[in-house]
């Protein structure tokens, strides 16, 4: 127990430039006095003594603010900074070097018994204010930005802001940066001004923006060629086989806003 204490004392250490002493951190750490109490709840829970679990889970909240079910399972090195308004349901589980910061709510979305609860995997970070509120699974070493409010599994490593959350990834690799101008003169030019976005954050809606953008550029081509070939064929469409009904007045207004639509398109490819 003193060597679980002693890890615990030293990630808060890790964790928090504030920290300056190991007296202090003892004396004056919420989170601290909320863990060593939650170890001791959990021990009598398992042992099946569930109202003085209840009982000192809370006095804990009590004297430090933070809520912990006392059958909620901790891993090691577990910090809570601020502590003030954490909420830790029954079945959520926690695994080692996790941090939560004040107001943060491990919640259920049922009142049904049995896995109500979220699951935090090793390294996770969870901001200021965030709720995660589910049975899932939040991936190993991903951060949840503070408010942020989470009801769906979240995958290893990445992060996620917002309400509802999205994730935000660094982009180590980026784009060719001719490959991104060349995309931002086009969404310019057709008048997508919001994708202009910076280059090195993405997220998968602006992913998929980025997709339908070069599929649309990719569909203009395709007609403007198309309309090309067709023109040489017969540039004002007017040549009927004999064999097809003949194109009727709003046929033949549509084929001319194509052509005329064709000659910009080919005047600007020129240019
Ligand atoms: C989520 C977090 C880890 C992201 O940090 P980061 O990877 O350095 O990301 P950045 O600050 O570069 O921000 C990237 C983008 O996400 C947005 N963002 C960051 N945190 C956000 C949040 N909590 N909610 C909504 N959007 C957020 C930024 O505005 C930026 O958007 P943009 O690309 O449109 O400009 C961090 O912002 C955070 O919330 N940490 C929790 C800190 C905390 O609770 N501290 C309490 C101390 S008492």
Not at 10 to 29: C, G, H, I, K
């Amino acid at each position: 127990m003193f060597k679980q204490l002693k890890e615990d004392v030293q990630a808060v250490f890790s964790r928090d430039p504030a920290a300056r002493n190991t007296l202090e951190v003892l004396m004056t750490y919420p989170g601290i006095h909320a863990l060593i109490m939650h170890r001791m709840a959990h021990e009598l829970w398992n042992k099946d003594f569930k109202v003085s679990a209840r009982t000192i889970s809370a006095i804990s909240r009590f004297a430090t603010g933070i809520e912990i079910h006392p059958g909620a399972k901790i891993g090691r090195r577990f910090f809570i900074d601020h502590g003030m308004g954490v909420v830790i349901g029954e079945t959520a589980e926690i695994g080692n070097d996790v941090t939560l910061y004040h107001g943060v709510t491990l919640g259920g979305i049922t009142w049904n018994k049995g896995k109500r609860h979220p699951t935090l995997e090793d390294g996770v970070i969870v901001g200021a204010g965030a709720k995660i509120l589910g049975p899932f699974t939040v991936g190993k070493n991903a951060k949840i930005g503070s408010n942020t409010v989470v009801t769906k599994a979240v995958p290893s490593g990445v992060t996620a802001v917002g309400s509802p959350a999205r994730y935000i990834y660094k982009d180590t690799q980026t784009q060719p940066q001719d490959e991104e101008q060349h995309r931002r003169d086009y969404a310019k030019r057709i008048g997508f001004v919001q994708y202009a976005t910076v280059a090195d954050h993405s997220d998968p809606v602006l992913e998929g923006m980025r997709i339908l953008l070069d599929r649309l550029e990719q569909n203009e081509k395709r007609m403007t060629t198309l309309c090309q070939r067709l023109s040489l064929l017969d540039p004002t469409y007017k040549k009927q086989p004999q064999d097809h009904p003949p194109l009727s007045q709003e046929e033949l207004k549509i084929l001319e806003d194509v052509r005329r639509e064709c000659e910009s398109q080919n005047q600007q490819s020129k240019a």
